[in-house]
């Protein structure tokens, strides 16, 4: 990630010809929020002295304490390659403060830090994350709204003429890559319509920043191609949904603290129970990596992605798999997250979660390297695999119920999240869906 100082900034904002600069940050959603500057307000901002209305803001604050200040991540600097026409578009994510100077807790981007100093204390210097965000390509309506239409019949792997999103998606790389991303793989998924493009890990807090860049960047240049791209987990019934796999690590000043050439599976101890902490911790994290009534729609028997609380490294039907790299690429991949999850969020349950493993030098349960999905109930129980909440509304209870990770979300983004999900979970359970108007209408 390049290093900027506010210098940089304005000379590269003049060379470039930046008329105006989006001041990013994210909601407790994860949904990304800007106040557009223009170019005469950039020293003020680069200052830390850009205020804003709180309060309109899902899950900030109320109105009677609403003024937030925006404090710019000098090193989120970039312009978007696609904004030159009548002077470029830049841009930088920021944190939010309080008037008095103190972080303010309700933001997601500030919560992934604290809970990464509380990583620092246990002798670690970095979280990486290396994210597998899928997405869905439908085609525009005549009114340019989206419709259920899908762009392609392509399966994994496929290629041209079967993948029409081809195109499409060669142009998000070659912005992307403008953008300073380091694209290792793009390919078209399992679905229909469905494609994923992976990027170079990276540490958490930047990783966050670049998975909601990538999903600006998406949608932006699939509308140029006369497309809707959408990370909803499940569009589609009958069809593999989209999820993010997580792949995570912890080093110790460059060195990778899940790598033991002496252990099993050349797995350190720290490895170990880091995955044992993920695995108790699962079912109450799953409402933060699963946070939709859709969520619930993916992580189903038959399409590829887990409902069972397990680990191996030889199969794909558990929560965790552990990809065959070794060394400084030695990972844990936490397959249950979808992109429609707030990242920041994410990435604070599940860290605490796998630190809560190491503080307590929690053993995990045997490898599970059979395929979960034909295995009865009764082998589960006798295996000790759990299942992964079944609707929102457990996944909920299950949060609720857990210290380490409500303690992960602080009290602030806690309350808020609960209350916004709650009324989401309220407002689904009681509307009537055409599938009861269909089975129930005239048999009864």
């Given at each position: 990630?390049?290093?900027?100082?506010?210098?940089?900034?304005?000379?590269?904002?003049?060379?470039?010809?930046?008329?105006?600069?989006?001041?990013?940050?994210?909601?407790?959603?994860?949904?990304?929020?800007?106040?557009?500057?223009?170019?005469?307000?950039?020293?003020?901002?680069?200052?830390n002295?850009?205020?804003?209305?709180?309060?309109?803001?899902?899950?900030?604050?109320?109105?009677e304490?609403?003024?937030?200040?925006?404090?710019?991540?000098?090193?989120?600097?970039?312009?978007?390659?696609?904004?030159?026409?009548?002077?470029k578009?830049?841009?930088?994510?920021?944190?939010i403060?309080?008037?008095?100077?103190?972080?303010?807790?309700?933001?997601?981007?500030?919560?992934?830090?604290?809970i990464?100093?509380?990583?620092?204390?246990?002798?670690?210097?970095?979280?990486?994350?290396?994210p597998?965000?899928?997405?869905?390509?439908?085609?525009?309506?005549?009114?340019?709204?989206?419709?259920?239409?899908l762009?392609?019949?392509?399966?994994?792997?496929?290629?041209?003429p079967?993948?029409?999103?081809e195109?499409?998606?060669?142009?998000?790389?070659?912005?992307?890559e403008?953008?300073?991303?380091?694209?290792e793989?793009?390919?078209?998924?399992v679905a229909?319509?469905q494609?994923?493009?992976?990027?170079k890990?990276a540490d958490?807090?930047?990783?966050?920043?670049q998975?909601?860049?990538?999903?600006l960047?998406?949608?932006t240049?699939?509308?140029?191609?006369?497309?809707?791209?959408?990370?909803?987990?499940?569009?589609?019934?009958?069809?593999?949904?989209?999820?993010?796999?997580?792949?995570?690590?912890l080093f110790?000043?460059?060195k990778?603290?899940?790598?033991d050439?002496?252990?099993?599976l050349?797995?350190?101890?720290?490895?170990?129970?880091?995955?044992a902490?993920?695995?108790?911790?699962?079912?109450?994290?799953?409402?933060?990596?699963?946070?939709?009534?859709?969520?619930?729609?993916?992580?189903v028997?038959?399409?590829?992605?887990?409902?069972y609380?397990?680990w191996?490294?030889?199969?794909?039907?558990?929560?965790?798999?552990?990809?065959?790299?070794?060394?400084l690429?030695?990972?844990v991949?936490?397959?249950?997250?979808?992109?429609s999850?707030?990242?920041?969020?994410?990435?604070?349950?599940?860290?605490?979660?796998?630190?809560?493993?190491?503080k307590?030098?929690?053993?995990?349960?045997?490898?599970?390297?059979?395929?979960?999905?034909?295995?009865?109930?009764?082998?589960?129980?006798?295996?000790?695999i759990?299942d992964?909440?079944?609707?929102?509304?457990?996944a909920?209870?299950?949060l609720?119920?857990?210290?380490?990770?409500?303690?992960?979300?602080?009290?602030?983004?806690?309350?808020?999240?609960?209350?916004?999900?709650?009324?989401?979970?309220?407002?689904?359970?009681?509307?009537?869906?055409?599938w009861?108007r269909?089975?129930?209408?005239?048999?009864?």
């Amino acid at each position: 990630m390049a290093k900027f100082t506010k210098d940089d900034i304005k000379r590269m904002a003049s060379e470039e010809n930046v008329k105006f600069i989006r001041l990013q940050f994210t909601d407790i959603l994860g949904t990304i929020k800007n106040v557009e500057i223009p170019i005469s307000q950039l020293e003020k901002a680069l200052d830390n002295k850009m205020m804003f209305d709180g309060s309109s803001i899902e899950g900030f604050v109320r109105i009677e304490e609403s003024d937030m200040y925006l404090y710019p991540d000098l090193d989120t600097w970039v312009i978007f390659p696609w904004t030159a026409e009548k002077g470029k578009v830049a841009r930088l994510i920021c944190d939010i403060y309080n008037p008095d100077g103190t972080p303010f807790l309700g933001d997601p981007r500030n919560n992934l830090r604290r809970i990464l100093k509380e990583m620092e204390e246990l002798g670690f210097t970095d979280f990486n994350l290396g994210p597998e965000p899928e997405f869905f390509l439908f085609k525009l309506d005549e009114k340019g709204d989206p419709t259920l239409e899908l762009n392609d019949a392509g399966g994994y792997f496929d290629l041209a003429p079967t993948d029409l999103g081809e195109n499409c998606r060669r142009d998000i790389v070659l912005e992307l890559e403008e953008m300073g991303f380091e694209i290792e793989a793009s390919h078209h998924e399992v679905a229909p319509g469905q494609h994923e493009i992976d990027f170079k890990y990276a540490d958490a807090i930047t990783a966050c920043d670049q998975i909601q860049t990538f999903k600006l960047v998406v949608k932006t240049i699939a509308r140029k191609h006369g497309l809707h791209a959408t990370f909803m987990p499940k569009p589609l019934f009958g069809v593999n949904g989209s999820g993010m796999h997580c792949n995570v690590s912890l080093f110790t000043n460059g060195k990778n603290a899940f790598f033991d050439t002496t252990g099993n599976l050349e797995l350190s101890d720290t490895a170990r129970q880091f995955i044992a902490g993920i695995i108790k911790h699962a079912p109450a994290f799953t409402a933060v990596t699963n946070p939709t009534i859709n969520s619930y729609k993916r992580l189903v028997p038959g399409y590829e992605a887990p409902c069972y609380v397990a680990w191996s490294a030889r199969n794909r039907s558990p929560l965790i798999r552990i990809p065959a790299s070794r060394g400084l690429s030695t990972r844990v991949e936490v397959r249950s997250v979808d992109p429609s999850a707030n990242p920041y969020l994410a990435m604070a349950v599940l860290l605490s979660a796998g630190l809560d493993g190491i503080k307590n030098k929690l053993t995990p349960p045997a490898p599970v390297d059979r395929n979960i999905y034909v295995m009865s109930r009764e082998e589960r129980i006798e295996e000790g695999i759990v299942d992964l909440p079944a609707t929102l509304a457990q996944a909920l209870d299950q949060l609720r119920a857990d210290e380490i990770m409500t303690a992960a979300l602080g009290e602030h983004i806690l309350e808020h999240f609960l209350e916004a999900k709650e009324i989401e979970w309220d407002m689904f359970r009681t509307q009537v869906h055409p599938w009861e108007r269909e089975q129930y209408m005239q048999m009864y």
